[in-house]
């Protein structure tokens, strides 16, 4: 019963986004024409665990048979800087070459390259990731796209993704030119309205550390700071002036201050020795996890 529960939780999540984002879930091919909006994709991952394809070889086609339908548009993958590889494809309906966008949200992918098949061969349609840090394209994006012209009928893409640093998270769609604008343009206003929610936050601890010279406020200012940075950090802003600073760098920084907040505001010192003990071993740790990335 309990699972039967949760099965009819997860469909109706998953019904709520859709009908939210107005984005259909893809089929066999995602079938652009007049009424595409976007899409989800459900790609085919090869099967290649022990990495004996060589690349050209999968670009041309010979290892097709060994791509299996995936069961989810998203991704969970470990560490492989080898990379893991994934194909889909397009049907266009329209009588001349249109334009489409690729999109991989979340930037947790060090490098994605994405492979356009075409009459003359397979040609790189583009290359992203975290990688490539100081690309301007991706300021006040919380992911990665990539322009495609697709022609009339069905057109085949390949995606190879690596990643050199702790786990990837990959989610791809593809959308409509228009689509992709008003997504660019509500991402940016709910990051400024995020960022006004911090300063004033901010605010208000600052002034209760003036008043009451309490170290908690000095511990949630903290805290309140790696939030922004992080935000930042996820919508390329914060790429200028940390270079050295990747994801596992600010998962550090955010329970570090987190569990600092957390010691002062309950005051675990008076409750429980041991496990305020423990807190200050975790904050040590998280410090030192901090320190060998930033220097590594």
Same mark, same amino acid.
């Given at each position: 019963?309990k699972n039967?529960?949760?099965n009819?939780?997860?469909k109706?999540?998953?019904?709520l986004?859709w009908?939210v984002?107005?984005?259909?879930?893809?089929?066999?091919?995602?079938?652009?024409d007049?009424?595409?909006?976007?899409s989800?994709?459900?790609?085919?991952?090869?099967?290649?665990?022990?990495?004996t394809y060589?690349?050209?070889d999968i670009?041309a086609?010979?290892?097709d048979d060994?791509?299996?339908?995936?069961?989810a548009y998203f991704f969970?993958? *470990?560490e492989?800087?080898l990379g893991?590889?994934?194909?889909?494809d397009?049907?266009?309906?329209?009588?001349y070459p249109?334009?489409?966008?690729?999109?991989s949200s979340?930037?947790?992918?060090?490098k994605?390259?994405?492979?356009q098949?075409?009459?003359?061969?397979?040609?790189?349609?583009?290359?992203?990731?975290?990688?490539?840090?100081?690309?301007?394209?991706?300021?006040l994006t919380?992911?990665?796209y990539?322009?495609?012209t697709?022609?009339?009928?069905v057109?085949?893409?390949?995606?190879?993704?690596?990643?050199?640093?702790?786990?990837?998270?990959?989610?791809?769609?593809?959308?409509s030119?228009?689509?992709?604008?008003e997504?660019n343009?509500?991402?940016v206003?709910?990051?400024?309205?995020?960022?006004?929610?911090?300063a004033?936050?901010?605010l208000?601890a /600052?002034?209760?550390y003036?008043q009451?010279?309490?170290?908690?406020?000095? *511990?949630?200012?903290?805290?309140?700071?790696v939030?922004?940075?992080?935000?930042?950090y996820?919508?390329?802003?914060g790429?200028?002036?940390?270079? *050295?600073?990747?994801?596992?760098?600010?998962?550090?920084?955010l329970? /570090?201050?987190f569990?600092?907040?957390?010691?002062?505001?309950?005051?675990?010192?008076?409750?429980?020795?041991?496990?305020?003990?423990a807190v200050?071993?975790?904050?040590?740790?998280m /410090?030192?996890?901090l320190?060998?990335?930033?220097?590594?």
């Amino acid at each position: 019963m309990k699972n039967r529960l949760i099965n009819h939780l997860k469909k109706a999540c998953v019904g709520l986004f859709w009908l939210v984002t107005g984005i259909a879930q893809a089929q066999e091919a995602i079938v652009v024409d007049s009424s595409f909006t976007g899409s989800v994709i459900v790609p085919y991952q090869l099967q290649n665990d022990k990495h004996t394809y060589r690349d050209a070889d999968i670009l041309a086609g010979k290892y097709d048979d060994q791509f299996k339908k995936a069961d989810a548009y998203f991704f969970l993958l *470990a560490e492989d800087t080898l990379g893991y590889w994934f194909s889909f494809d397009v049907e266009s309906k329209y009588t001349y070459p249109h334009t489409i966008m690729f999109w991989s949200s979340r930037k947790y992918c060090d490098k994605l390259q994405l492979w356009q098949q075409t009459p003359s061969g397979v040609n790189l349609a583009g290359v992203v990731g975290a990688r490539f840090s100081d690309d301007r394209r991706f300021v006040l994006t919380d992911g990665y796209y990539i322009p495609m012209t697709v022609q009339p009928g069905v057109t085949r893409f390949y995606i190879k993704a690596a990643t050199e640093i702790g786990p990837m998270y990959l989610s791809l769609s593809v959308f409509s030119s228009e689509k992709f604008a008003e997504i660019n343009r509500r991402q940016v206003f709910i990051f400024s309205v995020f960022m006004r929610i911090v300063a004033f936050s901010v605010l208000f601890a /600052l002034q209760f550390y003036l008043q009451y010279k309490k170290r908690v406020y000095l *511990a949630y200012l903290a805290y309140l700071f790696v939030m922004a940075f992080r935000e930042s950090y996820y919508q390329s802003l914060g790429i200028a002036f940390a270079p *050295a600073i990747h994801q596992q760098t600010i998962t550090y920084l955010l329970t /570090l201050t987190f569990a600092l907040f957390l010691r002062y505001f309950l005051e675990l010192w008076k409750l429980d020795q041991r496990v305020d003990k423990a807190v200050k071993w975790y904050i040590l740790a998280m /410090l030192t996890l901090l320190v060998l990335r930033t220097l590594g």
